[in-house]
């Protein structure tokens, strides 16, 4: 139990893992959160590692962010019908991902649809906020 969360899965430490990256339930809601770090100047395995990449970390970032979100999507109608549950997406605190967030928001709040977001900054602090500007 962290934070008074039940943890039922967790791969967030596995990039490689298929499936949900952490499952968690709280008050009997489950939380389905995917969770993406920030991409890195540099190739960090495999044959080129080490070497400088030639996308630009921000642009990977938007595209790890349009990933995370369409699991967001997926994990709604997998989990849809079942018990009481959020999903939501886990970032670290990056300026990058405020500015992505910020192009989305208004379809997010303009619809009323809530899509949890926890940033998570270098010491671990944790700030939740929603895409939807009403639901925060």
């Not at 962010?65 to 994990?75: G, I, M, T």
């Amino acid at each position: 139990i962290l934070n008074g969360y039940e943890i039922l899965k967790d791969n967030s430490g596995n990039v490689k893992a298929r499936g949900e990256d952490i499952i968690a339930i709280k008050n009997g809601i489950k939380e389905v959160i995917e969770v993406k770090g920030y991409p890195s100047e540099f190739y960090t395995s495999g044959e080129k590692k080490g070497q400088k990449k030639k996308t630009r970390p921000e642009d990977q970032a938007k595209h790890w962010f349009s990933e995370c979100l369409y699991s967001c999507l997926k994990n709604y109608y997998k989990h849809k019908g079942n018990e009481d549950y959020i999903v939501a997406m886990a970032f670290p605190l990056h300026a990058r991902y405020f500015e992505l967030i910020a192009n989305v928001e208004d379809f997010f709040t303009d619809f009323n649809v809530n899509l949890k977001v926890y940033c998570i900054d270098k010491d671990g602090d944790v700030t939740i906020s929603n895409l939807n500007r009403n639901a925060r």
